[in-house]
């Protein structure tokens, strides 16, 4: 797995490739949550590179999300694939993220005030 971040219209994009999973997990949790603490309101995650995320993924996914919301800000989700759509919605966390088809679509919801 490889994580690579850049910043766009005042948003962190963190972009994940390869699997979230438990062989993962730890890495991308000690790359991503500290640029939440780091007070950046609004993040787009970046998933088009990702091809599998597992329930420890998605717990991830979830501590996040919820660290954003404790200081007003927001994650919202890109690029997810048919198979990462299925196993958000099997699981009911598609109602917890904003989805987006691309990260330019999800930096213009963004802008103006998801």
Do not use: H, W
């Given at each position: 797995?490889e994580?690579k971040?850049?910043?766009?219209?005042?948003?962190?994009?963190?972009?994940?490739?390869?699997?979230?999973?438990?062989?993962?997990?730890?890495?991308?949790?000690?790359?991503?949550?500290?640029?939440?603490?780091?007070?950046?309101?609004?993040?787009?995650l970046?998933m088009?590179?990702?091809?599998y995320?597992?329930?420890?993924?998605?717990?991830l996914l979830?501590?996040?999300?919820?660290?954003?919301?404790v200081q007003?800000?927001?994650?919202?989700?890109?690029?997810?694939?048919?198979e990462?759509?299925?196993?958000?919605e099997?699981?009911?966390f598609?109602?917890?993220?904003?989805?987006?088809e691309s990260?330019?679509?999800?930096?213009?919801?963004?802008?103006k005030?998801a």
């Amino acid at each position: 797995m490889e994580i690579k971040t850049s910043t766009k219209s005042g948003s962190t994009i963190i972009e994940i490739i390869g699997s979230l999973d438990g062989n993962t997990v730890n890495e991308a949790q000690e790359k991503i949550m500290p640029m939440i603490t780091s007070n950046n309101v609004s993040m787009v995650l970046d998933m088009k590179g990702c091809g599998y995320v597992s329930s420890a993924g998605l717990r991830l996914l979830l501590m996040a999300a919820k660290q954003l919301s404790v200081q007003n800000g927001v994650l919202v989700l890109s690029g997810l694939s048919d198979e990462i759509k299925d196993v958000m919605e099997m699981t009911g966390f598609n109602n917890f993220f904003k989805t987006f088809e691309s990260v330019a679509s999800a930096l213009e919801t963004l802008r103006k005030g998801a």
